[in-house]
DNA sequence: TCGCTGTCATGCGTCTACGGCATGGCAGGC
DNA sequence: GCCTGCCATGCCGTAGACGCATGACAGCGA
């Protein structure tokens, strides 16, 4: 019971005829009318009854008449679908991030990619990069975009890393601070200085991931939103690391130092999928609306 | 997008295995391979990942094996559907009869066939032959019992018959009538003798059809039911044509008589199908069950 | 680190089976 | 009675599908 043989008797069967069925599925009669004898051998049934003028359908013909219109109805369905995912009018993408990312670079691709595919169903997960990966290789994300310090890379074994951009960490200190005036500083010219944490968890991780090993800064403040702990630097309470991606523009009231070189705390930032797996359209798509959001932030 | 394509598919699909469906479905391997192959060039996208143990549904895959999975399921319903039909566990039977035939020929026929296929819808439609015939080749009904003349075929161009029997008709008179004796009579000698008739029309249609012209039965009483003709014949009101497939048994207080083989007053009772129509299975199966009904009144 | 194993892909030969061409049979209509 | 239109069928060529064999690749264990 092909599919190809249900279209010809279908087709058959709505003209009454199999000869018209053969002109309009441009074949010759005798195929058709092979066709059709195939197709009762195979149901042991006859289904046209054979009249001087075309055919008609006998009470098999008609029971097999309703399945062959489902079927063949469900397949156009289902190239119809193919198609929509491929040319994305259909389909989701569920994208994860770690917090800054969410801050500017991921919203704006996903405002990109809603523009350009309105109808594929989006959604986003805020997370730290742990996580983020296990929703990623559990199936639950179809792309996340997260960060790590150079010298402890991501398991590229179950990853499909896009690299994104190299994130530098910043230095906010009041302006009133006595390094306000330098453009770069050293790690140790803040050996004295109290350090006002994001929050305690993500705080770890981001001083973990980015700082030398053998730097432990004092933390007597924990701010749990980027307002608070500029706002505490700019009171004068301490000074804080914020990732470049953070802070689009400078706050009138402190300033933001580059670290030096040689301190280097950077974190490079991916986009990750999950390894040696084909790309949805919808992914792909996304991650050129990721790399352009990148070029918009320089 | 084959249907035998489509079952490979979901069969990898089920096992994440190529060579484990091919085992399954007692294919090589390179065969199953191929179709694979073959699907995605003809959907245009791969359907699965090819991990270093077995493969794995992509987006496209899993979209495309639910209208897989609901067409492999439909193309079952219909094999099922067809072979129920043909085993007779399903379907219906539409009959059509003419009143004397509905007496006990057509009940006996349908009981029997009700109790060897109980799962066919039976319907039964009592009307004279000439309506029958249009509900038949109307397609209304799949067979229809009527009767004619000798001297008046059946319109065979349109209709396959199947002769069943030649219904004789006997005369019923009182036990008291001077008649009441004999065997057989011949009509001349009941000129003299009121008739009683069944319905208006339907009497009319079974003394056209059967009586040999120029016989002109003297109506007196018109008895719509068959008891009330009998038992205007036992009360001496007249006498009356009766079918022999109508009565069973005569009633002790009147006689049945035959006719002369010479007036031959006889209708031949068919069974019509639809002409060069192919017989469903269950009508084919009913015809049979109507000649055994036929022999059983012998 | 090096085979070993299990997986999928692919080149090659064969064979089936499907479609086209031609013809035949059959019934209806002028 | 011939002609026409319809469906069935024998014959034949070719395309496609299958099996066999091999290659490529990754993970696992000695």
Redesign the interface.
Known sequence: ????ALHVFRTVAELSSITAAARTLRYTQSAVSRQIAALEAE????LF???PRGV?L???GR??LG??E??LD??A???R???A??DLTA?RLRVGAFPTAVAALVPRALSAFRAAHPHVALSLVEGLTPGLLDRLVAGDADVVVVSAAPDQPLDGDRLDLHHLLDEALLVAVPRTHRLAHRRTVRLRELADDAFIAGSAIAEETLLRATLPAGFRPRIDIVAAEWTGKLGCVAAGLGVALVPALAVRAAPPDLALLRLHPDDAAVRRVYAATPR???L?PAVQRFLTHLDEATAGLG
Not at 1 to 4: C, F, K, N, Y
Not at 43 to 46: F, H, I, M
């Open positions: 019971m092909e599919s190809h149901t042991g049934a006859p009854d054979r009249l008609a006998t009470e098999e029971c097999l399945h062959a489902a079927v469900r397949l369905a289902a190239r679908d193919l198609t995912l491929r389909g040696n797996r084909s949805p």
